[in-house]
T-cell receptor, first 114, second 110 residues
């Protein structure tokens, strides 16, 4: 069982919709991450929050908006997405805020943009 | 940016066989992890191994950071080992950013 919980598991949204992906961990980890994975490709980093502050934004388009309400929660707000944004979105956490510890992933949200 | 290449890209094994997966990287790293992604998409952390050798059951890993490679050994493979194996590295001086390798897709048959 994963200790990083992501909801929903599947999401279908239109290009004009607004939706949010949610991620939760209760391991006391200090860093949380969003990755995007297209079919048959490796995960690609989108955002990193370290000690609840945004520390890395990998030049992600503004239609993706991350939020870290507290040390256990991470959201990804989606607005005006394109069909090419369809992918598996993975949340992860690590104990160290500097990245020097194992990364633990949730099961992901499979997003389809129509 | 850093290049992380894995070989072989695809591997088919019979159950019970052994295999070695390789991860080569183009820059100095201070963090290397191995992951298994099962057919349902779940990514499981297998090893956190910036250097040296570790073993966990039928799996073991070795990282030689000075020569910029890591190896993952799978012994007595089982069908549940099927999936994609990724290594991921963090370049020295780049806080928190793990870059994933190209992956090795493993299929274990009966």
């Amino acid at each position: 069982d994963t200790e990083v919980t992501q909801t929903p598991k599947h999401l279908v949204m239109g290009m004009t919709n607004k939706k949010s992906l949610k991620c939760e961990q209760h391991m006391g980890h200090r860093a949380m991450y969003w990755y995007k994975q297209k079919a048959k490709k490796p995960p690609e980093l989108m955002f990193v929050y370290s000690y609840e502050k945004l520390s890395i934004n990998e030049s992600v388009p503004s239609r993706f908006s991350p939020e870290c309400p507290n040390s256990s929660l991470l959201n990804l707000h989606l607005h005006a997405l394109q069909p090419e944004d369809s992918a598996l979105y993975l949340c992860a956490s690590s104990q160290s805020g500097t990245g020097d510890s194992p990364l633990h992933f949730g099961n992901g949200t499979r997003l389809t943009v129509t | 940016g850093i290049q992380v290449e894995q070989s072989p890209p695809d591997l088919i094994l019979q159950e019970g066989a052994n295999s070695t997966l390789r991860c080569n990287f183009s820059d100095s790293v201070n963090n290397l992890q191995w992951f298994h992604q099962n057919p349902w998409g779940q990514l499981i952390n297998l090893f956190y191994i910036p250097s040296g050798t570790k073993q966990n059951g039928r799996l073991s890993a070795t990282t030689v950071a000075t020569e910029r490679y890591s190896l993952l050994y799978i012994s007595s493979s089982q069908t549940t080992d099927s999936g994609v194996y990724f290594c991921a590295v963090r370049v020295s001086g780049t806080a928190s950013k793990l870059t994933f390798g190209t992956g090795t897709r493993l299929q274990v048959t009966l």
